[in-house]
């Protein structure tokens, strides 16, 4: 059984940072895709970062592009996104995603994946 299992949000000011982690167990780190996503109730959830070994790729939205970092470590099973110079309209719920590694971190982080954590929540004020 898949499960991942979000920590690290919090209450932060604008411009400080966060470190997420993703604790994940249940398939193997040879090959998968993996990645990050937010949702703000009433707006549509978002594929923040994501990675697939498919091609190797790394996928950031626009609105996160220069200010996070996912990283990986194979070793512990835990994926991590360093959230830098964050901005209210960062405030979400961040979930952790993963599936098999069929497509590019594009793909999956436009589209979403088969497996979800349940969730940490950000929260950056002003």
């Known amino acids: 059984e898949v499960q991942l299992v979000e920590s690290g949000g919090g209450l932060v000011q604008a411009e400080e940072s966060l470190k997420l982690s993703c604790a994940a167990s249940g398939f193997t780190f040879d090959a998968y895709s993996i990645g990050w996503f937010r949702q703000v109730p009433g707006k549509e959830r978002e594929g923040v970062s994501c990675f697939s070994t498919m091609d190797d790729s790394t996928y950031y939205s626009d609105s996160v592009k220069g200010r996070f970092t996912i990283s990986i470590d194979n070793a512990k099973r835990t994926v991590h996104l360093q959230m830098n110079s964050l901005k209210p309209e960062d405030t979400a719920v961040y979930y952790c995603?993963?599936?098999?590694?069929?497509?590019?971190?594009?793909?999956?982080?436009?589209?979403?994946?088969?497996?979800w954590g349940k969730g940490t929540l950000v929260t950056v004020s002003s």
């Open positions: 995603a993963s599936d098999l590694p069929y497509y590019s971190a594009s793909y999956y982080c436009s589209t979403g994946m088969q497996y």
